[in-house]
Every structure is written in C-alpha cells, then in structure tokens.
C-alpha cells in the first residue's frame, strides 16, 4: 500500500480489488454480505482482503471424536489404508509436488517463484496472474509460461505416487493446484484430476462472451516467435490469447465446483502434498473432509491448521484434541516413498518411475478388479 493513505496506490487497489472478485467467485461470502462490502470497501483503499481475513481469524473448535489411527505419522496411515480397505482417497496436491522436476514452487523464500519475478519488474510477484496486468503487459506472463509449457518437465515419483493409488483401486479424485500437467502426463485418467486453477490443456481468447477457444498449440507457436507471435495472433483472434490457466478475477473450473463437496464428503482418507494451503478456495477442501476420515499432510512445514484455517489440521494440539490427522515433515517425493515402502508398494512405485507410467500395476488385494 502506499505511504499516503488518502492516495492508495492504483496496483494495490486492483490487486485488492481482483483477489477480492476470486474469493466471492468461490462462494466464500454466501450468507456473509456485510463482511464482503466491507471490504469492498476497505480494497479501494489499497487494503488486501488477505490482510483483514488473516487479522480475523480465529481458532476454529471441533468437538473430539474417538481416535481413528494408532498413530499420527506414516505409519499410522499405512496401517489405516490396509486394514480398512480404502478405496476412495483424495488427493490435494500443489506446487510441492513438483519441484524436483525443476519447477519452482511460489511462496519458499528465495527460490520460490514470486521471489524470481523481478526480472519483469512486476508491481507485486502476484501481479502476473492478474487480469488487469495482463492486458496492460502480456509479456511477462507469456514469457513465464514459455518456461513453464508442459514437455519442459517430467513426473516426479509424488505424481507417480498419485498414478499408482489410482491404479491400486484406491484413488477418488486428484485436486490440483498446479498448471503444469504432469498428473495427467504420468499417466492419471483425466476423470481422476480436477485441475483447480486450469493448466495448459486450452487456450483461450481473454474478454469474450461466450468464450472463444483457441488451439492450446497454436498458442505455443506464436509464443516461440517471441513477442511478434503472440502480436500477430492478438490481432488474428481479435484479443489477447492466453492457457486456461485461473487468474485473479477468473473464476474457478466448473468442474471444481460440481464434484469438490461431494468428493471430499465422500472420502475415506485425504491425503494433502506439497501445498502450503493459504489460496483459496482451494485451501478449504481440508475442511471438508468426512470428520471420521483420516487427513495426512506431506510438506516441509506445517500448513493449514485449525487455528488459521477453518476445521484445518489438528497434528499441533495434544492428542486429546486430534483424532485424524497426521503431519510428516518433508519433501513430497521421500514422503510417497515411505508410504509406498510401508504399504508394500515400494517396487510398484519404482516401476512406474523408471518406465514413466508405463509399468503395469495390480489393484489393492481387497478391490474387486472391476471396481473403479
């Protein structure tokens, strides 16, 4: 914000002003409409909805219910995914997941993507998943997705990990918050991935009623001829052409908002990777959860709980407090290998790295083997 109050900067306000838009797109304020004009209110000031939710929010009290693990690690997860036979996990996973590929992931300070924006001489790092930024600057953005484009980068063994619970029987659905694509190119179903904030599947053309798709590879070429491409196919599609990748002031997949409640009600065991679950909507789908299914966060630090995120994770408190969540400290892909190990599944996970999904792996001993 600027130093004169009276004065907000411009890019503060419409940063406010965007991210306030994604969060009433995701239904955040049903029922809570004083609150949203208030901070209708407070953006065009230069006040960050993130800023006045965060100093809001207080530590959320569930009602303890019988302890459903032995224990609250790996172990403890492994021990519940066998005897109880689950079959319909879900998976949450972010940029964590991908990081061994190559791709950074945003928040980590100093090797996080918005630590690495300043090349563009963005306002905020936020600023290039911004609607108003892009219209105004589209290069930076097409620049970063050059980077970015899928077949830049291979699965790591955490998305193999994902692939190998559904060919287990076991996998419900797979939320990402990731545009890389790598769960669908380390062989996942695309009816087992909800693509939360889009990737690079499609394309389309910004600012248009009804939407004008545009060929995904098209895009790439006109982006490999720099900026005179993507100028000539401005003028061509009649607007700007950008991936369905969310940005702030787009709303979220349909297909997020039809099966997230549904899927998450429905889970046995949500297992959540590599996200540091501060984003939302996406952040909520923890709380979601069936209250009598185990939840299991694989990150380098603790994320999402219960005293920053409504019915977040409750591995902080004393056992009395938690029934159902587990936290294992680490990086995403050691973490799916010791599952793997404790499950038994440690030669099938390796298979299907050292093939790149080509290995052939049999279900879970209590699926039935046309069960899906």
Known sequence: MSDNDETPDDEDVQSAVEYLKMLQQGNMFNGREGLLEQLKELAQKGVHPLEVLQAMRKPVQEEPM?????????????????????????????AGISTSA?????????????????????????????????????????????????????????????????????????????????????????????AAHGNFDEAHVIDTEPEVLVDINELKSALDKGEEGWQKLREDKGGLVKPKIVFFGEELPERFARLHRTDLANCDLL????????????????????????????????AGTCDGLKFGFR?????????????????CDSGCKALSELLG????????????????????????????
């Open 66 to 94: 019988a302890q459903v693990l032995d224990s609250f690690d790996l172990e403890g997860i492994a021990k519940y995914i066998a005897e109880k036979g689950c079959q319909r996990i879900v998976v949450m996973c972010g």
């Open 102 to 194: 190559g791709i950074p992931d945003f928040r980590t300070p100093g090797t996080g993507l918005y630590d690495n924006l300043q090349r563009f001489n963005l306002p905020q790092a936020e600023s290039i998943f911004e609607l108003n930024f892009f219209r105004r600057n589209p290069g930076a953005f097409y620049e970063l997705a050059r980077e970015m484009w899928p077949g830049n980068f291979e699965p790591t063994p955490a998305h193999y990990f994902i692939r190998l619970l559904h060919e287990k029987g076991l996998l419900l659905r797979c939320y990402s918050q990731n545009i890389d694509s790598l769960e669908r190119r380390a062989g996942l179903p695309g009816d087992k991935l909800v």
């Open 271 to 302: 297992i959540v990777m590599g996200t540091s679950l501060v984003v939302h909507p996406f952040a909520g789908l923890v709380g979601y959860a069936a209250r009598s299914a185990p939840r299991l966060l694989i990150n380098r630090d603790q």
């Open 315 to 331: 591995f902080h408190l004393a056992e009395a407090q938690n029934w159902r969540d587990a936290f294992h400290a680490g990086d």
């Open 345 to 372: 599944w440690k030669e099938d996970l390796q298979a299907l790295v050292d093939s790149k999904g080509a290995a052939s792996v049999t279900r879970a001993p209590w699926v039935e083997p046309e069960s899906q």
